[in-house]
């Protein structure tokens, strides 16, 4: 199962090199909500594994961004007590670009969509 959250990216980190094999990199995003009159922010982090961890550097700090992220789990055992740990791993980013257009109203722009073509005669029947 898929999720999807928007917000501010507000830091990214280095990659890390787990084993010879394997590697990371985290980053946060804000994510503030109006609650009955009250904002409430909360710090989200997430992780990219292997070829995803390039994936944040197409993006500035400060940039309103759509995450589209699994939940995974993991249990294990150290020194005879069971722990778990939880990651989001982010596998899509896409920039939200705000502007005012259509007489005030709020418009949405994925600039990593592909651009549209006027062709219509290319359909293969």
């Not at 550097?57 to 249990?75: A, H, M």
Request: charged residues 30%; aromatic residues 10%.
């Amino acid at each position: 199962m898929s999720y999807e959250i928007i917000g501010k990216l507000v830091a990214k980190f280095d990659i890390v090199q787990r084993t010879e094999t394997f590697k990371t990199r985290e980053f946060v995003i804000e994510k503030s909500e109006d609650i009955g009159g009250r904002v409430i922010t909360n710090y989200v982090k997430f992780q990219c594994v292997q070829d995803k961890t390039a994936m944040p550097d197409r993006f500035n700090l400060g940039d309103e961004v759509k995450v589209q992220f699994n939940i995974k789990g993991t249990k294990w055992m150290k020194e005879g007590r069971e722990n778990y740990i939880t990651n989001l791993d982010a596998w899509r980013m896409e920039t939200m670009k705000m502007d005012q257009t259509n007489n005030g109203a709020d418009s949405v722009n994925y600039t990593d969509m592909p651009p549209a073509t006027d062709n219509i005669d290319d359909l293969p029947f």
